[in-house]
């Protein structure tokens, strides 16, 4: 299969790749240049999502992966460059497009979990906008909509992906919990610690959507990707200290004692927790392997590879954490 990768070497990227070519796909790889990574036997074209129609031309793929589109404008520019030219697109979403997400974000439950395919979406449009200047045009239903209603000569799948975790991660979801593990510091939680946030490893997020781009029966559909089962947050701590062999003090205390670098644990009472049956169903998906051998490599990985941090910023945190657990422990 003559693949197109629009984003493939970044953290979901590269993994897609390389299970591609494992699996003895063709891949041509759109990026920018900026992360160049060694993908054993893939063709790389520089430049920017804008010039893709450009990139392409003369070019034949049966399918195309888009890993990071943002919004309609991003999905536009791809329809226009490969309507009638390829067989499948595969589009990568978020659960985040879920009326859930909303509720999440307001402290309150209106949607009972897990939630299939079918659950209604966010009112709101451009959910970070006056938020974070870097996702001020941010919208995956805006995406979903522009690639799924394109119309005649572009077949579409969209993935709608949970928390993805693994090695290359660049927001280092591990880090902070595995670190005071490591330094021998308590894991403080709130009311959050029994939140769920549905996960998946990277390379099984990798695999989804290179089977989605696979078969014909994907096209047209929208699929949930997750674990079987999810942890709650204190069980995620729990489960990082067991990967790195150390063991982990983990403390809830009140919402109201919380130092403000984790105050963001007080609010979640929405679990984001999906129906990933549909995906198994159709697809056959399944994972690679039990998500305890997953965490261990992320976490080996994150080990290894511990990120360049503000180290003053770390230890004003501990020294917080350290004040509101005397005032825990005095009540």
Not at 186 to 198: A, C, D, E, T
Not at 307 to 312: F, L, S
Request: glycine fraction near 8%; hydrophobic fraction near 40%.
């Amino acid at each position: 299969m003559r693949t197109l990768v629009l984003g493939g070497t970044g953290f979901l990227g590269r993994q897609v790749v390389e299970v591609l070519l494992e699996r003895g796909h063709e891949v041509t790889v759109i990026h920018r240049g900026e992360h160049e990574v060694e993908t054993g036997g893939a063709r790389h074209l520089h430049g920017d999502r804008s010039e893709t129609a450009g990139l392409v031309k003369g070019l034949e793929f049966d399918a195309f992966i888009d890993i990071r589109p943002m919004n309609d404008k991003d999905s536009q520019v791809v329809v226009e460059a490969l309507r009638g030219r390829v067989r499948r697109t595969v589009h990568a979403s978020s659960v985040d497009v879920y009326e859930a997400y909303d509720s999440f974000r307001a402290g309150i439950v209106t949607v009972p979990v897990p939630f299939n395919e079918d659950a209604p979406v966010r009112r709101q449009i451009y959910p970070y906008r006056g938020q974070n200047a870097r996702l001020e045009d941010y919208d995956k239903i805006l995406m979903e909509r522009a690639v799924l209603g394109a119309g005649g000569g572009f077949p579409a799948c969209v993935i709608r992906f949970p928390v993805l975790y693994g090695p290359w991660d660049r927001q280092r979801r591990e880090w902070p919990f595995l670190r005071r593990i490591l330094d021998g510091h308590p894991v403080i939680m709130g009311g959050g610690s029994s939140w769920l946030f549905h996960r998946m490893y990277i390379r099984d997020a990798a695999r989804a959507m290179v089977l989605a781009a696979e078969q014909d029966e994907a096209m047209g559909r929208i699929f949930n990707v997750g674990e079987p089962s999810t942890l709650t947050m204190f069980q995620w701590a729990l489960a990082i200290s067991e990967a790195c062999g150390r063991k982990a003090d983990v403390r809830v205390i009140s919402d109201a004692l919380l130092p403000e670098h984790l105050r963001s644990n007080a609010t979640h009472q929405q679990h984001l927790l999906v129906d990933t049956s549909r995906i198994r169903a159709v697809l056959g998906y399944m994972e690679e392997q039990p998500a305890r051998e997953s965490i261990k490599l992320s976490v080996e990985w994150h080990m290894a590879n511990p990120p360049a941090g503000d180290e003053e910023e770390y230890r004003k945190q501990i020294e917080a954490e350290e004040e509101v657990l005397k005032v825990a422990e005095r009540r």
